[in-house]
Nanobody
Framework: QVQLVESGGGLVQAGGSLRLSCAVS???????QGWFRRAPGKEREFVAA????????YVADSVKGRFTISRDNAKNTVDLQMNSLKPEDTAVYYC?????????????????WGQGTQVTVSS
């Protein structure tokens, strides 16, 4: 079993930055990991993904140039650095882990999820 715990969410003004962190415990794999978000009244959507080695990353067009995903396998953490935040980035952010390798962009490709952390961006 794999447990994921997100931290680092909060309230920030537009243009500000936040860094989310996901602590991974339990059985791990040479796996892909990612971040998703759910805005009020909307479905959960993909934000960013990273492969096991951290050599391949992919971010959604809506956050490209502003968000960066990284991982530290020695510490079992996956981070999401969010810069130039906009009110439309307001959402609950979820960390996810896959049992599959490579890089994964679809929700159904992920097997384990955190409880989520709230990010609120004020205008």
């Amino acid at each position: 079993q794999v447990q994921l715990v997100e931290s680092g969410g909060g309230l920030v003004q537009a243009g500000g930055s936040l860094r989310l962190s996901c602590a991974v415990s339990g059985r791990t794999f040479n796996n892909a990991q990612g971040w998703f978000r759910r805005a009020p009244g909307k479905e959960r959507e993909f934000v960013a993904a990273i492969n096991w080695a951290g050599s391949i990353t992919y971010v959604a067009d809506s956050v490209k140039g502003r968000f960066t995903i990284s991982r530290d396998n020695a510490k079992n953490t996956v981070d999401l650095q969010m810069n130039s935040l906009k009110p439309e980035d307001t959402a609950v952010y979820y960390c996810a882990a896959s049992t599959r390798g490579g890089i994964r962009l679809r929700e159904y490709e992920y097997d384990y999820w955190g409880q989520g952390t709230q990010v609120t961006v004020s205008s």
